[in-house]
Antibody, heavy 120, light 109 residues
Framework: EVQLVESGGGLVQPGGSLRLSCTVS????????MNWVRQAPGKGLEWVSY???????YYADSVRGRFTVSRDNAKNSLYLEMNRLRAEDTAVYYC??????????????WGQGTLVTVSS | QSALTQPRSVSGSPGQSVTISCTGT?????????VAWYQQRPGKAPKLMIY???ERPSGIPDRFSGSKSGNTASLAISGLQAEDEADYYC?????????FGGGTKLTVL
């Protein structure tokens, strides 16, 4: 059974840092592109970042330069290092697996999400 | 990258059909056949319903179908059921970015 489990969320002050993790099981992690998608309370979905199987990375304009995505295939884990956090980064953060070979925006498996709250 | 435009809400009675639109630009929806649709129930993670504009993942009923014309993609749901009540989001590839729509709340009357 495919599972994605996020952790690391919590309350952080503006300007602070947080590192999210996503541990996966049930599939060969190193063969899949992965993404982070977030959802502010009561709002819609927003794509945050992508990492390919060869570690190529892309970011949304809203987080580029502040967030860093990485992966450790030996640990079946995906990470999101978040720095210089702002109130508008408050959201549930989901990790999501790419479906198919074209990174087309189709994500077939999602974690349960981890809540990040940026507030003083 | 601006969010794709979806209607805030749509509604229909059981057994009826509804269509949800998703309007982008020539740089996203209009440029690629890479539009996906997600269903999200309250407190749950999104669920992939359609990918590559028209394709259904295994296990998704054929009551759900996707299409595209120009810069607008659409999700059609026929034979509405109470369990279809949820938020629906479109997502398009946009040249090393991926952009979601603002979401549409489907109410089954």
């Amino acid at each position: 059974e495919v599972q994605l489990v996020e952790s690391g969320g919590g309350l952080v002050q503006p300007g602070g840092s947080l590192r999210l993790s996503c541990t996966v099981s049930g599939f060969t992690f190193r063969n899949y592109e992965m993404n982070w998608v977030r959802q502010a309370p009561g709002k819609g979905l927003e794509w945050v970042s992508y990492i390919g199987v060869r570690d190529v990375t892309y970011y949304a304009d809203s987080v580029r330069g502040r967030f860093t995505v990485s992966r450790d295939n030996a640990k079946n884990s995906l990470y999101l290092e978040m720095n210089r956090l702002r109130a508008e980064d408050t959201a549930v953060y989901y990790c999501a697996r790419d479906y198919g070979p074209y990174s087309s925006g189709a994500y077939d498996y999602w974690g349960q999400g981890t809540l990040v709250t940026v507030s003083s | 990258q601006s969010a794709l435009t979806q209607p805030r809400s749509v509604s229909g009675s059981p057994g009826q059909s509804v269509t949800i639109s998703c309007t982008g630009t020539s740089g996203d929806v209009g440029a690629y056949n890479y539009v996906a649709w997600y269903q999200q129930r309250p407190g749950k993670a999104p669920k992939l319903m359609i990918y590559d504009v028209t394709e259904r993942p295994s296990g998704i009923p054929d009551r759900f179908s996707g299409s595209k014309s120009g810069n607008t993609a659409s999700l059609a749901i026929s034979g509405l059921q109470a369990e279809d009540e949820a938020d629906y989001y479109c997502c398009s590839y946009a040249s090393y970015n991926w952009v979601f729509g603002g979401g549409t709340k489907l109410t089954v009357l």
